[in-house]
């Protein structure tokens, strides 16, 4: 499919689309005057008579969208810039904090942490807010969006005012709606949007304003080559978009392109992304959100960012081939290094129709794409190049350089894999280097992911491995429960390498059975001996300590141990239990049983089992 533009046909109301066609013009030309390292190449032919832009809507949240100008050349959006409310942030209308009357009645009682949308002071606080902040819009050809949502959670008022509005103890939509309706009309030059997520899943039953639309996530169709068309997870999307269709012609996806537990390890996504787009316009989705690292740096996010930004003009351009362009616009002289690894990423996660988690660790990503050898091979080539250059590009390639360094210490930290050292003293020191670029390079995830601390764990790691004289080292240990999906391999509990307290994905040995045994072989362990265990605390990914460990052996137990739960206060932090082994018979097999705490849906994780 071919997009044609003609400029005269713009109206006052697409000032950023002509600064963009103005733009094409002059970089196809050879004039050189913009052929500036931080602008992006000409994406178009400008010989056509009609068309349009696909979506109205190509917000991008990345540290490479974030300045006005170069995102009025690019025809970007940011809702950081173009929304008046984005997101969960209703509560922002209250500057003083929430009134009484505007909380949501659950079960009887007021809740702080939810909204009641038939409240009137509600409404009229959302007025205030429009009229101080944006005015009503008229003398302004582009309208402001507005996201009029509940906040994160499920929880429904279920006030006499919401019930008779259609409220249900499982949907908010009709009170939700009957807002967006009532707002909508008293500022008809605004836009306004609700979401299709949990208590707004369900559209509602009357047809919605013209200025209002709707927001659904695109996060359960997984990210890969080829989307599962006929899965059932794309099937429900495609449904509820169509529901949606029947009372809104203005719809938007919010998307994604990043791993939010790894900003740093490159993400090829540009192909998928270019499918997705597509599939999205088939289904007559009129505004695309790509949700990316915020103001976080992210490795290539500088190629990434342009790229999808073309494509959200116009997804049919072929994105492998841009996004080359984008490279040897940016890094001009290593520029062909990159591009080679980059492509091969892109074909090779896209040869093996990979999915690259929006949540996940290294493993994810050797079985992607990531080959160690070879990366560990770029990384070097990189940097000698770097070497040779200087100025914009130079700085670029300080920054990735940087970034790429964290990726080699989580492949030194993959279980089985190359662990050395010496290598990651080196790692640590060059990623040290991030503070040279202050606040952009402060974190590697989405939360609790900063990079000093992740250093401060590393350094711990490394005394931890190098003190680790475990006498079951490598002994095979037997499962005596039914181990969880994908934490079958129990040899990381005695492979002398221990975890960081910060990242469930790589190391740790989760199970979340509230009866976890395992068996240590006959004839490996003696009486005077010690046994140590390391495990994790992180309630936030509901993993918690276990509620005791007891020693086994002939249906006798020999030992029972406790945390003191007021030791107990730091989260993301190893605690470890320890006692000498008594009575034991070393011809017969030690048992470990493991019992959690009885709380709903738990998990403990142990990273390393040790006997000395």
């Known amino acids: ?203 509602p039953t009357q047809k919605m304003p013209s200025n209002t639309g709707v927001i659904i996530s695109a996060m359960e169709i997984p990210m890969q080559a080829k989307i599962p068309m006929k899965s059932v997870k794309t099937t429900k999307f495609s449904e509820l978009v169509n529901q949606w269709h029947n009372v809104t012609d203005r719809i938007y996806i919010w998307d994604y392109m990043r791993n939010f537990d790894d900003y740093l390890t490159p993400y090829p996504c540009l192909n998928m992304i270019s499918e997705r787009l597509r599939f999205f316009h088939s289904l007559g989705v009129k505004g695309v959100f790509y949700n990316g690292s915020g103001t976080d740096y992210a490795s290539l996010d500088d190629i990434q960012t342009t790229t999808i930004a073309a494509m959200l003009i116009n997804p049919y351009i072929q994105a492998d081939e841009y996004a080359i362009q984008c490279i040897h616009r940016y890094y001009p002289i290593s520029g062909e290094l990159i591009s080679k690894a980059y492509t091969e990423w892109e074909e090779r996660s896209g040869k093996y129709n990979s999915i690259l988690p929006f949540y996940g660790g290294i493993a994810d990503a050797v079985k992607a794409w990531l ?48 662990y050395d050292a010496q290598t990651a003293a080196i790692c640590l020191e060059s990623l040290q280097g991030h503070t040279a670029f202050k606040k952009e390079m402060q974190n590697y995830r989405e939360a609790n992911g900063n990079l000093d601390k992740y250093i401060k764990e590393w350094e711990t790691l490394i005394e931890e491995n190098a003190t680790s004289s475990n006498l079951i080292l490598g002994i095979p240990l037997v499962a005596k429960y039914k181990p969880d999906a994908n934490y079958t391999d129990l040899s990381i509990l005695t492979d002398g390498r221990y975890a960081l307290p910060s990242d469930y994905h790589t190391g740790w040995l989760i199970a979340s059975p509230k009866e976890i045994t395992i068996e240590i072989p006959p004839g490996k362990v003696k009486s005077g001996q010690h046994i140590k265990f390391s495990f994790m605390n992180a309630p936030h990914w509901r993993i918690r300590l276990p509620r005791s460990v007891e020693i086994w052996q002939a249906e006798r137990r020999l030992h029972r141990m406790t945390f003191d739960p007021e030791q107990i206060k730091e989260p993301f932090t190893k605690y470890q239990l320890e006692t000498q082994l008594n009575n034991v018979d070393i011809l017969q097999p030690l048992e470990i049983r493991i019992y959690q705490s009885g709380e709903h849906r738990l998990t403990i994780a142990c990273d390393e089992i040790k006997i000395y």
Not at 18 to 38: A, C, H, P, V
Not at 378 to 384: A, P, T, Y
């Open 1 to 203: 499919m071919t997009i044609q533009y003609n400029i005269l046909n713009l109206t006052a109301r697409d000032d950023s689309k002509m600064l963009w066609l103005i733009y094409q013009f002059i970089s196809g030309t050879e004039d050189k005057r913009l052929n500036l390292s931080d602008l992006p190449p000409a994406m178009i032919d400008l010989n056509g008579t009609k068309g349009n832009f696909v979506f109205e809507y190509r917000g991008i949240y990345t540290p490479s969208n974030s300045n006005k100008e170069l995102m009025a050349i690019t025809s970007s959006h940011n809702v950081d810039y173009d929304w008046g409310l984005w997101g969960h942030n209703l509560g922002h209308v209250f500057p003083d904090g929430i009134p009484e009357e505007a909380r949501a009645v659950v079960n009887g009682q007021r809740q702080i942490k939810q909204f009641c949308f038939s409240s009137e002071i509600l409404y009229k606080a959302i007025e205030t807010y429009i009229i101080d902040n944006f005015g009503e819009g008229k003398n302004n050809n582009t309208p402001v969006r507005f996201t009029i949502m509940p906040n994160d959670n499920d929880a429904i008022c279920t006030c006499k005012q919401c019930i008779d509005k259609g409220n249900t103890s499982k949907s908010a939509t009709p009170a939700v709606s009957s807002l967006i309706h009532r707002i909508a009309k008293r500022f008809p030059h605004h836009l306004f949007f609700t979401s299709a997520y949990l208590s707004t899943y369900t559209p």
């Open 371 to 418: 080959v160690p050898d070879k990366f560990e091979d770029f990384c070097s080539k990189l940097d000698k190049k770097s070497k040779e250059i200087k100025e914009d590009e130079r700085t670029r390639l300080n920054k990735l350089l940087t970034a790429l360094q964290f990726t080699r210490l989580e492949l030194l930290r993959m279980p089985h894999g190359n």
